[in-house]
T-cell receptor
Framework: KQEVTQIPAALSVPEGENLVLNCSFT??????LQWFRQDPGKGLTSLLL?????REQTSGRLNASLDKSSGRSTLYIAASQPGDSATYLC????????????FGKGTRLHILP | DGGITQSPKYLFRKEGQNVTLSCEQN?????MYWYRQDPGQGLRLIYY???????QKGDIAEGYSVSREKKESFPLTVTSAQKNPTAFYLC????????????FGSGTRLTVV
């Protein structure tokens, strides 16, 4: 059974620092991995989608990497800003007959002004 | 702009009542999903539908029901059989092609009063 883990559960860093959020999954048989952002009381906003054949994707100050063989993905945020404060979730789309995605529980990020 | 609309944003239910949460999308996506989000538990799949007039139970379907009469709409009914319905409910949609990611709505917060 696929399990997705995000460590740490919460993180506080000073504004301007570069930071890395981690996501690990137990079964490498995935189609893709998606990173989302969730603000308090809001829905999920898609940040980056990485296909299983890709190594990384970039959007602005965000860079997501994928190492399928080791079951790991990282989300790199450059030059963090207070507006980056949110919960970040990763999700993997399963490579089997069930069309489901499995979510991690998220990392709650707080950027200190 | 295309997207997913969930309504209402806040919903209050009395004990023993059924309530229906609305989810409408104009993305022309075939697949739609309902998730429940509780603090510390992450997102859990309630029901999903890959085509009109067909839907499948997710991991926590008991006490819920859905219909998919139109491609654009996937309403969720929380029945009186759901003993702990207070949660944040998220609707999502996707193209069934697994190369693509999920798009989420802004959510409905349901509270039992």
């Amino acid at each position: 059974k696929q399990e997705v883990t995000q460590i740490p559960a919460a993180l506080s860093v000073p504004e301007g620092e570069n930071l890395v959020l981690n996501c690990s999954f137990t079964d490498s048989a995935i189609y893709n991995l998606q990173w989302f952002r969730q603000d308090p009381g809001k829905g999920l906003t898609s940040l980056l989608l990485i296909q299983s054949s890709q190594r990384e994707q970039t959007s602005g100050r965000l860079n997501a990497s994928l190492d399928k063989s080791s079951g790991r993905s990282t989300l790199y945020i450059a030059a963090s800003q207070p507006g980056d404060s949110a919960t970040y979730l990763c999700a993997v789309r399963l490579h089997n007959r069930d069309d489901k995605i499995i979510f991690g529980k998220g990392t709650r990020l707080h950027i200190l002004p | 702009d295309g997207g997913i609309t969930q309504s209402p944003k806040y919903l209050f239910r009395k004990e023993g009542q059924n309530v229906t949460l609305s989810c409408e999308q104009n993305l022309n996506h075939d697949a739609m999903y309902w998730y429940r989000q509780d603090p510390g538990q992450g997102l859990r799949l309630i029901y999903y539908s890959q085509i009109v007039n067909d839907f499948q139970k997710g991991d926590i379907a008991e006490g819920y029901s859905v219909s998919r009469e139109k491609k654009e709409s996937f309403p969720l009914t929380v029945t009186s059989a759901q003993k702990n319905p207070t949660a944040f409910y998220l609707c999502a949609s996707s193209i069934p092609d697994r190369k693509f990611g999920y798009t989420f709505g802004s959510g409905t917060r349901l509270t039992v009063v």
